[in-house]
Nanobody, 124 residues
Framework: QVQLVESGGGLVQAGGSVRLSCADSGRTGSTYTMAWFRQAPGKEREFVAGIGWYRDESYYADSVKGRFTISRDNAKNTVYLQMNSLDHEDTAVYFC?????????????????WGQGTQVTVSS
């Protein structure tokens, strides 16, 4: 059973950086495609970045490309999201998700397992 727990959120100044972590306490995440989504108040949940499990391919939303980097450490069953050059539009609850798909889906309904989310607030 996949159990995802996010950490690393908080308050950060515009232009700053933060790294989110997502640990799979069920220790099965190494065979899952992983992704980060975010949801701002009053908005729908949106895809941020995803990473495959067998080729380490990654895919990013246009809004974060060049600023965010997703990576994974299968030995630690952990996925990371390094976020740089943050601005207030990045303020949201960030969710980690897992799917058995071999590709990287961008729609939230294609992900089976979800973490509880971690808040990132960017102050100007």
């Amino acid at each position: 059973q996949v159990q995802l727990v996010e950490s690393g959120g908080g308050l950060v100044q515009a232009g700053g950086s933060v790294r989110l972590s997502c640990a799979d306490s069920g220790r099965t995440g190494s065979t899952y495609t992983m992704a980060w989504f975010r949801q701002a108040p009053g908005k729908e949940r949106e895809f941020v970045a995803g990473i495959g499990w067998y080729r380490d391919e990654s895919y990013y939303a246009d809004s974060v490309k060049g600023r965010f980097t997703i990576s994974r450490d299968n030995a630690k069953n952990t996925v990371y999201l390094q976020m740089n050059s943050l601005d207030h539009e990045d303020t949201a609850v960030y969710f980690c998700a897992a799917t058995g798909s071999l590709r990287i889906p961008t729609m939230s309904y294609e992900y089976v397992y979800w973490g509880q989310g971690t808040q990132v607030t960017v102050s100007s």
